[in-house]
């Protein structure tokens, strides 16, 4: 319990640096706002709509189509998304079968394909 809700703060301050760093962007600040393009718009919000219907793993296996790109976009995108699954109760991971620990690797490789994910990683987590 403590473990996952230490992994959740950790995701969510990784979230908040980056977002801070390359976009100049509170994380209280919608992302999906700053998306320039409509149908990554669109796609963004059915993410958002998949999580807040406890569709998790599907959320995430439609993420990894949606952010394919590797635009600022879809690094918008994934940390908007990142922010909403580590505001997810407990229980509805467990419901899911999904860990922070998993979330936390998910967003990693994210990350790295931008070349941005160890460093930030490595700056937060301490490794």
């Known amino acids: ?6 992994i959740m703060i950790q995701i969510k301050q990784i979230i908040e640096v ?20 409509q149908d990554k718009q669109d796609k963004s919000d059915k993410l ?6 406890n569709n998790i793993r599907n959320a995430i ?22 922010t909403k699954l580590c505001a997810l109760d407990e229980e509805i ?11 936390q690797d998910e967003m990693r490789m994210f990350l790295a394909q931008y070349g941005i994910g160890e460093q930030i990683f ?3 987590f301490m490794q």
Do not use: P
Not at 22 to 34: E, G, H, K, L, V
């Open 1 to 6: 319990m403590f473990e996952q809700d230490y």
């Open 18 to 37: 980056a977002m801070k760093m390359f976009f100049n962007i509170d994380i209280a600040t919608s992302a999906t706002m700053m998306i320039q393009d």
């Open 48 to 53: 958002i709509l998949e999580i807040d219907g």
């Open 61 to 82: 296996a439609d993420f990894k189509s949606v952010t394919s790109d590797k635009t600022k976009d879809d690094l918008l995108i994934g940390f908007y998304f990142f």
């Open 93 to 103: 991971l467990n419901a899911n079968n999904i860990t922070y620990s998993e979330i």
């Open 122 to 124: 490595n700056l937060i």
